[in-house]
């Protein structure tokens, strides 16, 4: 096995994980960078997927690559979910984007790959006007839970907006940099951008090159992270970071007044380790 089937069937066990078959174009956007130095070529990871076919290690229908029937059969089931999972998308971009601090909304998570079971939540991440990141989370959770779309209001398709960002504040810290970060940006869409900060976004983050070979295409250009202290900000902050405290005990979640996180890093521990054991059944 050279290194072009190695990558090939890390990135189709990777997306086993989720039991998510791919196209041919998506191996080939996914594939990951090896530590040393690869030369990327789309006629050889083609070759691969066919070697690989041939040898009985992944599997094919003509449309999809995948490791199990599984695969393939949730992305074909999942897909036909996501005409009514726009509709709750298009109904939270409407509702957010009426807020004036807020600068971008962004899909994340499965549903931004049609890989969503028809009542999972709906994740965002939210990008915000410098100084009123947490002004701006507290108005999203008002206007939420006047619509019911709060994750414990036991409601399906709930709105969750796990990853909040201050416009001057867009890098990923160095301990949320890798393989698993950088195919969750790969996999985010946009939904609502008032001034071009995809390209903002991804300015702040030139690790994306370490990991996909995908960023290489991208022109990075120079970014600068410009903080500033707004007292208002920090007492929104400190009176949510308390409420939290008292309501649900010690997170360890990733806040501050220009970013927070509420995803654990253990999840992405548990994954790995789901990869490793399945690659291991490789032999490799």
Request: net charge positive; hydrophobic share 40%; with cysteine.
């Amino acid at each position: 096995m050279n290194e072009y089937d190695y990558l090939v069937l890390l990135t189709l066990t990777y997306s086993s994980c989720f039991s998510f078959a791919l196209t041919e174009d998506e191996v080939i956007k996914r594939l990951p960078k090896p530590p040393k130095e690869l030369l990327f070529s789309s006629k050889k990871i083609k070759k691969s997927l066919k070697k690989l076919v041939n040898q009985g290690l992944v599997q094919s229908d003509d449309q999809y690559f995948y490791l199990r029937n599984q695969d393939l059969t949730n992305r074909k089931k999942r897909i036909k979910f996501m005409a009514e999972k726009q509709l709750k998308i298009n109904e939270f971009v409407k509702l957010a984007s009426k807020i004036p601090f807020i600068k971008a909304v962004v899909l994340t998570g499965s549903t931004a790959v049609n890989n969503a079971k028809k009542n999972d939540d709906l994740d965002f991440m939210i990008i915000c006007q410098n100084n009123t990141l947490w002004l701006s989370r507290f108005l999203l959770i008002i206007l939420t839970k006047l619509k019911h779309k709060r994750p414990h209001q036991g409601q399906n398709n709930a709105w969750c907006f796990n990853i909040l960002l201050d416009e001057n504040d867009l890098v990923i810290g160095e301990e949320r940099r890798s393989l698993y970060e950088a195919y969750e940006i790969l996999q985010m869409v946009f939904v609502f951008d008032r001034d071009h900060y995809q390209t903002k976004f991804l300015n702040a983050n030139e690790w994306l090159k370490k990991y996909l070979f995908f960023y290489d295409n991208f022109k990075f250009e120079t970014y600068n992270k410009t903080m500033s202290f707004s007292l208002l900000n920090q007492i929104f902050f400190w009176l949510q970071q308390g409420y939290r405290l008292i309501a649900f005990g010690q997170e360890d979640f990733s806040l501050s007044p220009s970013q927070a996180f509420f995803n654990r890093l253990t999840f992405r521990a548990k994954l790995f380790t789901k990869l490793r054991r399945r690659l291991t059944d490789f032999n490799m």
